[in-house]
């Protein structure tokens, strides 16, 4: 299960020393340092602000404000007004001032003063009262400085302070105020840490009274309220979104609301939601964002090595290192680092076949997470299953890599600027979970690609004229459509001759006559494909004649200068003729009919320039011999 595999997968960051915080606790971005001398006063109040220099997405140079991000006390929601936080705080809970509650030096109040003072005090008295019971049993210097703060703070005169007035930009800030003791911050201080585990396993850190079995470990326990939330995913709101939670009456279970309706402790809530934050924040480590799909892919072991993960990224992502060029020599990179590597000596050992767990996740509001994709592998079937996807692409002529985006790119249209129309199919996530999972290709990805090469077949403009819209990368796709959807295991990678399927042998015929139209004519409007291959695609019982009397007038001409050269193409030609079915084409081609047509066309044509460049080169050794 997925939540019981990132709370081991928690356990194993804790235990490996990766940045993460203990229960209870959280990062949080802090913008001032609060000192405290022995009696309670104010030493200093430090910015934790730093100026870095970054570059953006265009690769341009600016300043960024970076502030310090350090382990506190976990600040959940404020469900109302007066909920103190432990040591980390608001200027509202810790000095009993917000700018609603400031009085400048003039006199003049905010409009809201009246109305929000009584808060601020009560906010404040919030703040000493959980102050108190933490740190009342405690006997060290810097706990007794803490608690002299809350003791002799003049909160109630607090907009008439000298250092307040002195700096207003100060204390109306709405950011974080951490304390420190000599310099040091009160949660690196091992008793405040031991008070504030001691309190949150009395009061629990969700707001729950209910105790009950978790649903992931079985355990009994304080079962968690609120869940926390999810950041960084694409879509994701600023302030996070749900993955467990029930706040919609769909998803109300026997009156159980919010977390209760997924039952689990407070410390597995905990710790799925830290690994799952973690991982997400792990880019293009442990997860990517693609925008194709709209959703954010995540993933992890509990045991593998980092060599691993690296493949992994790169069988999800498409990812490709510079020094693989190939498809033969991905496929080689996959096979090798698949065998099992051992992760550092003093942690987990890695053995030989991790299991891995991948998920996609997407957001319709923004608030609420779902999963879109969902793979429980061990990386030898993950692999293989991916492997086979590559091998299935194999095509003579081309070793390139189809990647899921590179599939996506040579399915989907274009617009003018050449970039990918939103037609709303979201096919690279079909896409990769068919290779993944070792499933059939998506149909509509079939259609995208036959549709495109249909649009595309009166020629792909290039500096150079015009090329045909059976590529390599789509013939690739055509192959391995056939291999994997239609179960045609023995369809070979270049010219199979003796493959008598009649829609492939439709396909060679028209390359065959495509190249006798080159020989027979000095210039060319259109050719042959161009004018009629859409048609042939889909119909090809309407065309047929009109290109079989085509391929006549062109290799009677051909004969007037050279009848040796024009018998042997008609004898391709009557080769070819004599493999088609004696009753005629079907009047309409299926989808596999479709591909199998447009395999055929590309094998031959390949198989022709190969068959006249071979030549050009003899004639050329010959004429070299010849000088």
């Not at 950041?231 to 009456?249: I, K, M, R, V």
């Not at 004018?531 to 290799?555: C, D, F, G, Q, W």
Request: some cysteine.
């Amino acid at each position: 299960m997925i939540l019981a595999s990132l709370v081991r997968f928690y356990d194993r960051l804790y235990a490996e020393g990766a940045r993460i915080p203990r229960e209870g606790w959280e990062d949080i971005l802090v913008r001032y340092l609060v000192d405290l001398n022995d009696d309670g006063s104010v030493n200093k109040i430090t910015s934790t602000r730093k100026t870095e220099r970054r570059k953006d997405k265009k690769g341009k140079e600016k300043e960024v404000d970076t502030y310090l991000s350090t382990f506190c006390p976990f600040h959940s929601n404020r469900s109302n007004n007066y909920k103190a936080f432990a040591y980390c705080d608001k200027s509202d809970y810790i000095f009993g001032i917000n700018e609603d509650g400031f009085v400048t030096a003039d006199g003049e109040k905010s409009g809201k003063y009246e109305k929000e003072k009584p808060k601020l005090m009560k906010r404040f008295e919030t703040a000493k009262k959980l102050a108190h019971r933490l740190l009342d049993e405690v006997d060290s210097p810097a706990a007794k400085a803490y608690l002299a703060f809350y003791d002799t703070w003049d909160y109630e005169q607090v907009e008439f302070n000298s250092e307040v007035q002195s700096h207003p930009e100060i204390f109306t800030d709405t950011g974080n105020f951490l304390f420190t003791y000599r310099d040091k911050p009160v949660t690196e201080y091992q008793e405040f840490i031991d008070a504030y585990d001691a309190y949150m396993k009395e009061v629990g850190w969700s707001e729950s009274e209910m105790f009950s079995r978790d649903m992931i470990t079985g355990e009994q326990g304080r079962i968690c309220r609120v869940h926390r939330q999810l950041n960084g995913a694409l879509g994701f709101n600023s302030t996070g979104a749900s993955f467990c939670c029930s706040n919609t009456p769909s998803t109300k279970s026997y009156g159980r609301e919010q977390g209760y309706g997924f039952p689990m402790t407070e410390t597995t809530a905990f710790k799925y939601a830290i690994a799952l934050n973690y991982l997400i924040k792990q880019r293009g480590i442990h997860s990517f964002s693609e925008n194709l799909s709209q959703i954010t892919y995540v993933f992890w072991s509990e045991t593998a090595s980092e060599l691993q993960d690296k493949a992994v990224m790169s069988l999800l992502s498409g990812t490709i290192d510079p020094e693989i060029k190939t498809n033969r020599e991905y496929i080689q990179f996959i096979e090798s680092v698949c065998r099992g590597y051992p992760v550092n000596a003093n942690s987990v050992r890695d053995p030989e076949n991790p299991v891995y767990h991948v998920i996609g996740l997407d957001t319709r509001d923004g608030s609420n997470a779902r999963i879109r994709f969902e793979l429980e592998s061990d990386l030898v079937k993950f692999a293989e299953s991916v492997i086979q996807h590559y091998s299935d692409c194999a095509i003579d002529g081309y070793d390139g890599i189809m990647t899921p985006r590179k599939i996506v790119y040579e399915c989907s249209p274009k617009k003018s600027d050449n970039s990918i129309k939103d037609d709303g199919s979201r096919v690279y996530n079909d896409i990769l979970n068919a290779i993944t999972h070792g499933y059939k290709y998506p149909e509509h990805m079939t259609e995208m690609l036959l549709k495109r090469i249909s649009i595309e077949s009166v020629g792909i403009k290039t500096d150079t004229g015009k090329i045909s819209s059976v590529t390599a990368p789509r013939a690739a796709l055509l192959r391995a459509i056939l291999i994997r959807n239609y179960n045609r295991k023995d369809t070979s990678v270049a010219l199979d001759i003796e493959n008598k399927d009649p829609a492939y042998v439709l396909g060679r015929y028209l390359a065959v006559a495509e190249n006798i139209q080159y020989t027979a004519m000095d210039r060319l409007g259109k050719t042959l494909p161009q004018r009629y291959m859409r048609e042939m695609m889909y119909y090809p019982n309407v065309v047929l004649p009109e290109i079989t009397a085509k391929v006549t007038y062109y290799i009677t001409k051909i004969s007037r200068n050279s009848p040796g050269l024009a018998t042997i193409l008609e004898g391709k030609c009557m080769e070819l003729t004599d493999m088609m079915p004696e009753n005629g084409y079907p009047n309409r081609f299926t989808a596999e009919q479709s591909c199998a047509f447009l395999l055929g066309y590309y094998h031959q044509k390949s198989n022709n320039i190969a068959c006249a460049r071979k030549a050009k080169e003899l004639a050329d050794k010959k004429d070299e011999n010849a000088a």
